[in-house]
């Protein structure tokens, strides 16, 4: 166990649908982090959070957003769900630089 | 932009037999970089940052290495544990929060 909690491990939904991904980092990490994962591009930086604020912006699509709540879980919400958005979506947290980040064991969304 | 390449993609070892994996990077001003494990399935996990050209780091059979341009992550007498995918990624010093850009890694099979 990473600490880095993630929930559901499996999700399968319609094209169409809104779905919530969950994340609660490791106790006194600040930062979070979603990734997502997919054969063909590797792991693909989301977006960060830094104590309930944005700290960066990667190539997130407009139907994906995210917050970071005040007891510092997060939350990754994607919507108008297309069948490419089928992907493993990872969160980490981060205390220090030397430890790297610390992910989660992810979330399996498959949208058929 | 940056950039991480990762070679080669895959790498079939018998055990014992030692290698080395490619990690060549482009970054405008590297703060850090990164190597993490990858079992199918599962998050990444850390194995080690290096922070500057020259620098080393061991840990059981694995050493990470770093130059101005690339990073190679030598493997020592392989077992079939060591099987997994290893992830390679950089950290710029200023801008895009702490955002790690990963490469698409290098799939090590390491065989009795």
């Known amino acids: 166990d990473s600490g880095v909690t993630q929930t559901p491990k499996h999700l399968i939904t319609a094209t169409g649908q809104r779905v919530t991904l969950r994340c609660s980092p490791r106790?006194?990490?600040?930062?979070v982090y979603w990734y997502q994962q997919s054969l063909d591009q590797g792991l693909q930086f989301l977006i960060q959070?830094?104590?309930?604020?944005?700290?960066a912006k990667g190539n997130i699509l407009e139907r994906f957003s995210a917050q970071q709540f005040p007891d510092l879980h997060s939350e990754l919400n994607l919507s108008s769900l297309e069948l490419g958005d089928s992907a493993l979506y990872f969160c980490?947290?981060?205390?220090?630089?030397?430890?790297?980040?610390?992910f989660g064991s992810g979330t399996r969304l498959t949208v058929v | 932009e940056d950039q991480v390449t990762q070679s080669p993609e895959a790498l079939r070892l018998q055990e014992g037999e030692s290698s080395s994996l490619n990690c060549s990077y482009t970054?405008?001003?590297?703060?850090?970089l990164f190597w993490y494990r990858q079992d199918p399935g599962k998050g990444p996990e850390f194995l080690f940052t290096?922070?500057?050209a020259g620098e080393e780091k061991e840990k059981e059979r694995l050493k990470a290495t770093l130059t101005k341009k690339e990073s190679f992550l030598h493997i020592t007498a392989p077992k079939p544990e060591d099987s997994a995918t290893y992830l390679c990624?950089?950290?710029?010093?200023?801008?895009?929060?702490?955002?790690?850009?990963f490469g698409t890694g290098t799939q090590l099979k390491v065989e009795l």
């Open positions: 990624a950089v950290q710029r010093i200023t801008g895009g929060g702490n955002k790690l850009t």
């Open positions: 106790s006194g990490d600040l930062s």
């Open positions: 970054v405008s001003g590297l703060r850090g």
């Open positions: 959070y830094y104590n309930g604020e944005e700290r």
């Open positions: 980490a947290s981060s205390a220090h630089l030397e430890d790297g980040y610390t």
């Open positions: 290096l922070y500057s």
